[in-house]
């Protein structure tokens, strides 16, 4: 647990057709973080 969060720290996902995988693993979670008001904007998520 993280901050009291169930967090998977490592995910894998297997591609079985093709043999191949992803590995996703996270260095560093923080959770309840403040974002300034224009941070989700159309603009900034299109980047």
């Known amino acids: 647990k993280i ?12 591609n079985h057709r093709d043999q191949t995988e992803t590995v996703m693993e996270y260095i560093s979670i923080t ?3 403040t974002f300034d008001k224009y941070f989700f ?5 299109k980047k």
């Open 3 to 14: 901050e009291g969060v169930l967090t998977p720290m490592k995910m894998i996902m297997r």
């Open 31 to 33: 959770y309840d973080v």
């Open 41 to 45: 904007t159309e603009r900034n998520l």
